[in-house]
């Protein structure tokens, strides 16, 4: 602002003053904030530019009113508009007095030029524009300086956008020209001038305002992008011919059909019988075929076939989409893959014809034996009411552990393992020969190995959990071995590892379902046809209580003559590396 007040002290003295015409400057003020006041913005490289047609009106001011005038009312009109426009004064001030001296420089310019005789003619024309030009040079070079002091990063850019704005300043000056030109020669004709103004102005705003709105949209298009393949269900959108429109990223995955290949084909072409399967209610059927507005939303179970073979069992939700006037405009399927909640639901009827079976089988003899005891109990022989009451205490062992194994799996998927092992360090084995002397009590006519290598470190382990976990694996290996085969348990060390092998003689485990034994409720029998007891719970409880160890229960590669050997990992009490140092320093 000092400099301005500067240049027009400099103006004063180098110039004839003379009294001012209040109207012509008041004129020029008003004329000034208003066209600093008109701002036109344009993304120009990402970046905002705001161009204004103050140089019109600084133009026509040159050719019209003395210098000193020209330059007073820049200023005042300059901080008026920028005031309205700009709440920061430090701004308002550093735009005013470049403003107000670039247009001293340009009246000095024109004042100090050949004489031109007439006011508008050919060479107050050149010279004036020469003024301006300089006028541009001037805010050039000032905003630079500024922008080089205070923020340099911004200097580049800024570079880039000069151009731009010498070439609009210019086309501005060439306007003003127009406009004194008009004034002088034919003052009614002047407004008009301010028509393609108007127009251009009116045309930037709502070229403005329609990319702000493209923006939007194209922010709202790829937000809905990102829900649309990021969710886990399928979505597809259908016109009112049944032309696919949206096929996100899930369907891409369900079918093996990229979006490439569907959009903008008839869904039936798409989805033809060998992709999707149902019964004579689903196939070929859509909701979009027989539209109305009693049928919105509809749900059908199907079948979707992946180009790779593979089927998964979905359920479909169309909604169908209407105008105003009710007439169906498209239907949004929505496909969510229910194979895993359809096998959950298998495995949980599987589940309690197993429990309601394991639960059935030890309650028969007790009911039965404690019926004999209550009826006949003081006719038999002391060894027969030995035998029926150690028969009911047996199976009533067998039911509270089925109950236990229950209970147990409920704290499991409630994350509380951690709270249910506490282990310490333990010696093997001893443990292993109780557990095999158990088994061989009650497997007489099966033969039942153990052996341990020598040199074997205790494990660090929760005894009671470990003998559970060996236990239910003895117990498989006696249930699915035949009666004459034998079963071997064997306990060594490989580095900081502790392990014990179950090995039987039994049909194996098919390749396929080598990880499907660990999950719960998981059996390989038919719950109506099987031959052997269980719930398929001891293996994934084993494999959850051998991790909270920091060990693991895993299924060894099958050996060529057959059998399952399964081995339970456990972490060595003391490290290999602990028992080397101790030797080194013992």
């Given at each position: 602002?000092l400099?301005g007040?500067?240049?027009?002290g400099g103006?004063?003295l180098?110039t004839?003053?003379?009294?001012?015409?209040?109207?012509?400057?008041?004129?020029?003020?008003?004329?000034v904030?208003v066209?600093?006041?008109?701002e036109?913005?344009?993304?120009f490289?990402?970046?905002?530019?705001?161009i204004?047609?103050v140089?019109v009106?600084?133009?026509?001011?040159?050719?019209?009113?003395?210098?000193?005038?020209?330059?007073?009312?820049?200023?005042l009109?300059?901080?008026?508009?920028?005031?309205?426009?700009?709440?920061?004064?430090?701004k308002?001030s550093?735009?005013t007095?470049q403003?107000?001296?670039?247009?001293a420089?340009?009246?000095?310019?024109?004042?100090?030029?050949?004489?031109i005789?007439?006011?508008?003619?050919?060479?107050?024309?050149?010279?004036?524009?020469?003024g301006?030009?300089?006028y541009?040079?001037?805010?050039?070079?000032?905003?630079?300086g500024?922008?080089?002091?205070?923020?340099?990063?911004?200097?580049?850019?800024?570079?880039?956008q000069?151009?731009?704005?010498?070439?609009?300043?210019l086309?501005n000056?060439?306007i003003?020209?127009?406009?004194?030109?008009?004034?002088?020669?034919?003052?009614?004709?002047a407004?008009?001038?301010?028509?393609?103004?108007?127009?251009?102005?009116?045309?930037a705003?709502?070229?403005?305002?329609?990319?702000d709105?493209?923006?939007?949209?194209?922010i709202?298009?790829?937000r809905?992008?990102?829900?649309?393949?990021?969710?886990?269900?399928?979505?597809?959108?259908l016109?009112?011919?049944g032309?696919?429109?949206?096929?996100?990223?899930?369907?891409?995955?369900?079918?093996?059909l990229?979006?490439?290949?569907?959009v903008?084909?008839?869904?039936?072409?798409?989805?033809?019988?060998?992709?999707r399967e149902g019964?004579?209610?689903?196939?070929?059927?859509w909701?979009?075929?027989e539209?109305h507005?009693?049928?919105?939303?509809?749900?059908?179970?199907?079948?979707?076939?992946?180009?790779?073979?593979?089927?998964?069992?979905?359920r479909?939700?169309?909604?169908?989409?209407?105008?105003?006037r009710?007439?169906?405009?498209?239907d949004?399927?929505?496909?969510?893959d229910?194979?895993?909640q359809?096998?959950?639901?298998?495995?949980?009827g599987?589940?309690?014809?197993?429990?309601?079976h394991?639960?059935?089988?030890?309650?028969t003899?007790?009911?039965?034996?404690?019926s004999?005891?209550?009826?006949?109990g003081?006719?038999l022989?002391?060894?027969?009411?030995?035998?029926?009451?150690e028969?009911?205490?047996?199976?009533?062992?067998?039911?509270?552990?089925?109950?236990?194994d229950l209970?147990?799996?409920?704290?499991?998927?409630q994350?509380?393992?951690?709270?249910?092992?506490?282990?310490?360090p333990t010696?093997?084995?001893?443990?292993?020969?109780?557990?095999?002397?158990?088994?061989?009590?009650?497997?007489?006519?099966?033969?039942?190995?153990?052996?341990?290598?020598?040199?074997?470190?205790e494990?660090?382990?929760?005894?009671?959990?470990?003998?559970?976990?060996?236990?239910?694996?003895?117990?498989?290996?006696?249930?699915?071995?035949?009666?004459?085969?034998?079963?071997?348990?064997?306990?060594?060390?490989?580095?900081?590892?502790?392990?014990?092998?179950?090995?039987?003689?039994?049909?194996?485990?098919p390749r396929?379902?080598?990880?499907a034994?660990?999950?719960?409720?998981?059996?390989?029998e038919d719950p109506?046809t099987?031959?052997?007891?269980?719930?398929?719970l001891?293996?994934?409880?084993?494999?959850r209580?051998?991790?909270?160890?920091?060990?693991?229960?895993?299924?060894?590669e099958p050996?060529a003559a057959?059998?399952s050997?399964?081995?339970?990992?456990?972490?060595?009490?003391?490290p290999?590396?602990?028992?080397?140092?101790?030797?080194l320093?013992?």
């Open positions: 602002m400099l007040v500067a240049a027009l103006v004063i180098l004839e003053v003379q009294a001012p015409d209040l109207g012509p400057l008041l004129l020029l003020v008003a004329a904030a066209a600093e006041r008109v036109l913005r344009f993304t490289e990402h970046s905002d530019i705001a204004t047609l140089e009106a600084i133009t026509a001011g040159l050719l019209l009113v003395a210098p000193t005038e020209a330059v007073v009312a820049t200023g009109g300059m901080m008026i508009g920028q005031a309205s426009r700009v709440p920061d004064l430090v308002v550093f735009n007095g403003a107000m001296v670039g247009t420089v340009a009246a000095l310019i024109l004042h100090f030029g050949p004489s005789g007439p006011l508008v003619n050919g060479r107050a024309v050149v010279l004036v524009l020469l301006m030009a300089l541009v040079a001037v805010n050039s070079l000032a905003v630079l500024l922008l080089t002091l205070a923020e340099p990063s911004a200097r580049e850019g800024l570079v880039g000069l151009p731009l704005g010498a070439i609009s300043a086309g000056a060439a003003g020209v127009v406009l004194a030109a008009l004034l002088v020669v034919q003052p009614a004709l407004p008009f001038i301010l028509v393609p103004a108007a127009a251009v102005y009116l045309a705003r709502g070229a403005r305002r329609t990319a709105l493209l923006g939007r949209v194209r709202d298009r790829d809905l992008t990102r829900v649309v393949d990021g969710t886990i269900d399928g979505i597809l959108l016109d009112r011919d032309v696919v429109q949206v096929w996100n990223a899930a369907m891409e995955e369900l079918t093996g990229s979006a490439d290949r569907v903008s084909r008839p869904v039936a072409r798409v989805m033809t019988e060998s992709v019964d004579g209610e689903v196939v070929g059927r909701l979009i075929d539209a507005e009693g049928a919105q939303h509809r749900e059908f179970d199907a079948r979707i076939r992946h180009v790779d073979g593979t089927a998964r069992e979905v479909e939700n169309h909604s169908l989409i209407f105008d105003d009710g007439r169906c405009t498209g949004v399927v929505v496909i969510r229910v194979s895993r359809r096998e959950l639901e298998r495995l949980r599987d589940f309690v014809a197993r429990v309601s394991e639960l059935r089988t030890p309650l003899p007790i009911r039965g034996f404690a004999v005891l209550l009826r006949k003081d006719q022989d002391p060894a027969s009411r030995q035998e029926a009451l028969r009911i205490v047996e199976r009533s062992d067998h039911l509270a552990a089925v109950v236990e209970l147990l799996v409920t704290r499991l998927d994350r509380e393992v951690d709270e249910l092992v506490h282990p310490v010696d093997l084995g001893p443990l292993l020969e109780r557990v095999v002397d158990h088994f061989r009590q009650r497997e007489p006519g099966r033969t039942i190995a153990f052996s341990a290598s020598p040199g074997t470190g494990a660090l382990a929760d005894p009671a959990r470990t003998r559970q976990i060996v236990t239910s694996l003895l117990d498989n290996a006696c249930r699915y071995s035949p009666e004459d085969t034998p079963v071997e348990v064997t306990l060594d060390q490989v580095g900081d590892d502790i392990r014990v092998r179950v090995i039987d003689s039994g049909p194996g485990i396929e379902n080598r990880q034994i660990f999950e719960q409720f998981h059996r390989l109506l099987m031959r052997t007891g269980g719930v398929g001891g293996l994934f409880i084993g494999r209580l051998a991790a909270a160890m920091h060990g693991g229960l895993d299924l060894d050996a057959g059998g050997t399964f081995v339970l990992r456990l972490p060595a009490a003391v290999v590396a602990g028992i080397e140092s101790r030797d320093t013992g």
